[in-house]
Nanobody, 127 residues
Framework: QVQLVESGGGLVQPGGSLRLSCAASGRTFSRQTSMAWFRQTPGKDREFVGA????????YYADAVKGRFTISRDNAKNALFLQMNSLKPEDTALYYC???????????????????WGQGTQVTVSS
C-alpha cells in the first residue's frame, strides 16, 4: 500500500511559480514505483502532466507544460516534486500525485494505469 500527500498548491498570478510536493509512504513503495502528476478541472478528464518512470531518471511531460514544468523525484525522501514556472490561467486545476509499482512505460500517461492517488492540491492562476 502507498500513501500520497500533496502540498504546495495555492493562488498565484499569471507568470508566477509554484512548487508542488508529494510525500509518499508505505511498505510497497520502492525505487520501482513510478510516480506522476495529473491535473483535473470540473467537467474534464484527468489530464497527464508529467511522470518519472520508476527511479531511473527518465521523465515525461505533456506538451502543454514542456519547458515550463519540471518533475523530479527525491528517492531518499520518497518525494515527488513539480516545479511550475510561467504559470498560465489554463494551468488552474486540482493537481494529483499518482503512483504505481507495476505500471509499464507505455501506460505512464494514462490515469487508469495508477493504483495510488493523493487527495489533490488546488492550483489557481489568476490576476
Amino acid at each position: 500500500q502507498v500513501q500520497l500527500v500533496e502540498s504546495g498548491g495555492g493562488l498565484v498570478q499569471p507568470g508566477g511559480s509554484l512548487r508542488l510536493s508529494c510525500a509518499a509512504s508505505g511498505r510497497t513503495f520502492s525505487r520501482q514505483t513510478s510516480m506522476a502528476w495529473f491535473r483535473q478541472t470540473p467537467g474534464k478528464d484527468r489530464e497527464f502532466v508529467g511522470a518519472v518512470f520508476r527511479s531511473g531518471g527518465h521523465t515525461y511531460y505533456a506538451d502543454a507544460v514542456k519547458g515550463r514544468f519540471t518533475i523530479s523525484r527525491d528517492n531518499a525522501k520518497n518525494a515527488l516534486f513539480l516545479q511550475m514556472n510561467s504559470l498560465k490561467p489554463e494551468d488552474t486545476a486540482l493537481y494529483y500525485c499518482a503512483a504505481d509499482t507495476q505500471i509499464i512505460l507505455s501506460s505512464i500517461r494514462r490515469p487508469e494505469g495508477y493504483s495510488y492517488w493523493g487527495q489533490g492540491t488546488q492550483v489557481t492562476v489568476s490576476s
